[in-house]
């Protein structure tokens, strides 16, 4: 039972979201590449090459390994990252997240440890009219 409630703690460090709510997982030591499309949250932890869209949120742990173009509601980023993050409500670098590229976001938080080397846009939220 110990070991459950740690596990359950470290759960609830990463992320405020249920388990039962993660609707695809791609875990650690696995690669994909191409394009991702999803409706609801999903959780990375492998590498990833490629393309992300999603009006959802996208969870990158800090085993994740992602080069890609990110289009999505949320961004809840650990790991590390190469490319162009674009969000519609917001963006959360927690520690150990590495991240080279630009984010554009109404909402930005950053954690301590976080390494950040590029660019962030900040533009409060509807002002997207028309890409």
Do not use: C, H
Request: charged share 30%; aromatic share 6%; net charge negative.
């Amino acid at each position: 039972m110990f070991v459950k409630k740690d596990k359950d703690i470290m759960a609830r460090r990463e992320s405020p979201l249920e388990k039962s709510d993660i609707k695809a997982f791609l875990g650690p030591g696995s690669q994909f590449e191409g394009r991702l499309v999803f409706n609801e949250i999903v959780r990375l932890d492998g590498a990833f090459r490629g393309e992300v869209t999603s009006k959802d949120t996208l969870i990158v742990g800090d085993s994740a390994d992602l080069q890609a173009e990110v289009t999505v509601g949320t961004l809840i980023l650990s790991g590390r990252f190469k490319g162009n993050i674009k969000a519609v409500t917001r963006v959360e670098l927690r520690s150990p997240a590495q991240v080279e590229g630009t984010i554009e976001t109404p909402a930005l938080s950053v954690e301590d440890g976080v390494v950040f080397n590029g660019t962030i846009s900040m533009k409060r939220g509807g002002s997207e009219a028309a890409d």
